[in-house]
């Protein structure tokens, strides 16, 4: 069993809770009020289930059985359909000029995977298609939580480079809380050119 699935499995709640991550709520107002849309390592589905309340066709993906398990049951209680399914987001392949909306909320890759699969998102876009993404800052391998391992982590112009082919409307690094609360988090929307 993979970590995710043992801290999934644990809790008989929602790990992150059922409400989306608060920068996908911020950039809401952005969204199409139809399409299609993504949210990868959709972990029980908050962000996911959101974009479908958003009015949006929306489906997501983890690696993690169980949290998609979880995420199927907030759609049911949210009462919206989200089409959550297992797969590798690395390995997956995405089809192209097909998605509205892509979000990814705290998933992190060495490269040369961060890059070939921001290239893949920008591709599985359509044209005026937005990606949200919310990533840890290599700062955070220092601190108390997050991924400590800062191969695994990209500054912002870092990842700027690596989704070339959108035009940023919000793209911040930004430095919240302190001590076990300390966060250092990169926020980006994106829209493809
Ligand atoms: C910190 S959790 C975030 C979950 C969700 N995005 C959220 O904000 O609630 C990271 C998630 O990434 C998933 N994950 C990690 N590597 C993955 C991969 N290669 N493919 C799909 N999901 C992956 C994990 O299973 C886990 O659910």
């Given at each position: 069993m993979n970590k995710w699935n043992e801290r999934y499995a644990a809790d008989s709640g929602f790990v992150f809770g059922t409400e989306p991550h608060e920068f996908i709520r911020r950039?809401?107002?952005?969204?199409?009020?139809?399409?299609?849309?993504?949210?990868?390592?959709?972990?029980?589905?908050?962000?996911?289930?959101?974009l479908a309340e958003c009015g949006l066709q929306a489906e997501g993906t983890d690696l993690s059985a169980v949290g998609v398990g979880k995420a199927r049951r907030l759609a049911a209680i949210k009462g919206v359909g989200f089409h959550a399914y297992v797969a590798d987001v690395a390995?997956?392949?995405?089809?192209?000029?097909?998605?509205?909306?892509?979000?990814?909320?705290?998933?992190h890759f060495a490269e040369p995977v961060r890059s070939r699969l921001a290239q893949k998102i920008v591709a599985a876009l359509?044209?005026?298609?937005?990606f949200a993404g919310v990533f840890f800052h290599p700062?955070?391998?220092?601190?108390?939580?997050?991924?400590?391992?800062?191969?695994?982590?990209?500054?912002?112009?870092?990842?700027?480079?690596?989704?070339?082919?959108?035009?940023?409307?919000?793209a911040e690094h930004r430095r919240e809380g302190v001590g076990d609360e300390a966060k250092s988090v990169i926020c980006l929307l994106g829209r493809k050119v």
């Open positions: 950039v809401a107002p952005y969204f199409p009020e139809s399409g299609r849309a993504l949210d990868l390592a959709a972990g029980e589905g908050r962000n996911g289930v959101f390995e997956m392949a995405m089809p192209s000029e097909t998605f509205s909306v892509i979000t990814s909320v705290n998933c359509v044209s005026d298609g937005l700062e955070q391998a220092a601190l108390a939580k997050g991924p400590n391992d800062a191969t695994m982590l990209a500054d912002l112009p870092t990842l700027q480079t690596a989704f070339s082919g959108l035009e940023w409307l919000v």
